[in-house]
Structure formats: C-alpha cells, structure tokens
C-alpha cells in the first residue's frame, strides 16, 4: 500500500501535463517506442528518490503494480534490466528533472514554481 500511496501523491504533485511540457522543451520525447517512454522515466526517477533502499527493479516493480491497480497499464509488459534503465535515465538527462522540479524547461528555465 505504501507504494501506491507514494506514486499517487507523486502523480498529483507533477501531473502528467507538466511531465510532457517539460519533455517537449528539452526536445526529449521519444521518436520511436520504446520499452521505457521518457514520461515513464521521470516517475521512476522520482520514484528511485522515495524508495533509495530498494535497487532499479524492485523500484520499478512498484512504480508498475502502483499504475496495474490504477488499471493504467499493460499487464504484458516486462521491467526492463538495470542496464536499459540506467540508459534511459542517461537519455532523459538531468535538465529535464530540474524543470520538472520546478514545473518549467529544462534547468528550471520559463517555468513556475509548484
């Protein structure tokens, strides 16, 4: 229950919204599918930050089951390895969570305060 309540307060405090705003300014929407699409990115970072005991995958296994009992998504997907999320995390870059912190661009830049 823990990691339901902790995902939900941290959809509610960064909406989805603000999440592909700040994407769109750093230019780092994904151009092709992939296993982790870089919204998906951001909540696991933050995610990562609320549970630092635990390692990538269990981190992301929380981070899924949390959004499978909000029926938002696809049972048949598979928690990718430390290696794929480590890259996903290098692709997203540390600009995009600073904009997210702060609700604007990339480092913080246009954005609001939240």
Request: hydrophobic share 40%.
């Amino acid at each position: 229950m823990t990691e339901v309540i902790g995902l939900g307060v941290l959809t509610r405090l960064i909406d989805r919204d603000t999440v592909d705003e700040v994407l769109a300014k750093a230019d780092r929407r994904e151009t092709r599918v992939r296993l982790l699409p870089a919204r998906v990115v951001v909540y696991l970072v933050l995610a990562l930050c609320l549970f630092t005991a635990d390692g990538y995958d269990e981190v992301v296994r929380k981070l899924t089951n949390g959004l499978r009992g909000l029926r938002i998504w696809q049972d048949d997907w598979k928690v990718p390895t430390p290696s794929a999320i480590s890259q996903a995390r290098t692709r997203l870059g540390s600009g995009v969570m600073a904009g997210v912190q702060t609700g604007g661009g990339p480092g913080g830049t246009g954005g609001h305060a939240r």
